[in-house]
């Protein structure tokens, strides 16, 4: 079946550790997306990609990295400089830009 | 820069009710415009889809909702509330000019509530 697999469901990590969150789809989508949802701000864009080897900062990017160096991976690196890094975080890719985004299940990071 | 506002945060039905989500947007071009349905610690799942064609556009579930450029709106509608619409609903934007484009920006959304 195809879709955006995001891993794993459930992540903790103790304060200052840098962590990795994975997203990958088998779409064949060009563009991908990451964002962070906390209670009552929806969904925020942190970073996003149109096409492999290239990627924009979204509204948030600050404290967070990312790589696209295959077109169906797109992972998101939660650094030590991220001051608030608890949160939901959904990975979504679609075919072109201009297309509505599916998503993944999310992955729900707890810093400790 | 492009924008929503999704109008309450907080709506509450009877079952049977018709449903108004209310999404207005602000933007520099003729966006492409998004309705996603999201259950509690899940992702999201785009409802409906406006991209330039009909005004009035059909969704999944017995939701619909129309583009109204005159006013920046796309109200999300369904005639008969269900329990099972219960749900947090998020209204989005698709930038389609310049550096932007292709950017994806959501409202807060707003969570339906239906009650028996």
């Known amino acids: 079946d195809g879709g955006i697999t995001q891993s794993p469901k459930y992540l903790f990590r103790k304060e200052g550790q840098n962590v990795t969150l994975s997203c990958e789809q088998n779409l064949n989508h060009d563009a991908m997306y990451w964002y962070r949802q906390d209670p009552g701000q929806g969904l925020r864009l942190i970073y996003y990609s149109q096409i492999v080897n290239d990627f924009q900062k979204g509204d948030i990017a600050e404290g967070y990295s990312v790589s696209r160096e295959k077109k169906e991976s797109f992972p998101l690196t939660v650094t030590s400089a991220q001051k608030n890094p608890t949160a939901f975080y959904l990975c979504?890719?679609?075919?072109?830009?201009?297309?509505?985004?599916?998503f993944g299940q999310g992955t729900r990071l707890t810093v400790v | 820069a492009q924008s929503v506002t999704q109008l309450g945060s907080h709506v509450s039905v009877s079952e049977g009710a018709l449903v108004l989500l209310r999404c207005n947007y602000s933007?520099?071009?003729?966006?492409?415009l998004f309705w996603y349905v999201q259950y509690p610690n899940q992702g999201l799942q785009l409802l409906l889809k406006y991209t330039s064609a009909a005004t009035l556009v059909k969704g999944i579930n017995g939701f619909e909702a129309e583009f109204k450029k005159s006013e920046t709106s796309f109200h999300l509608t369904k005639p008969s509330a269900h329990m099972s619409d219960a749900a947090e609903y998020f209204c989005a934007v698709s930038d389609l000019s310049g550096t932007s484009y292709g950017k994806l920006t959501f409202g807060q959304g707003t969570i339906l509530t239906v009650h028996p």
């Open positions: 933007s520099s071009v003729p966006p492409y």
């Open positions: 979504a890719s679609s075919i072109r830009p201009d297309t509505e985004a599916f």
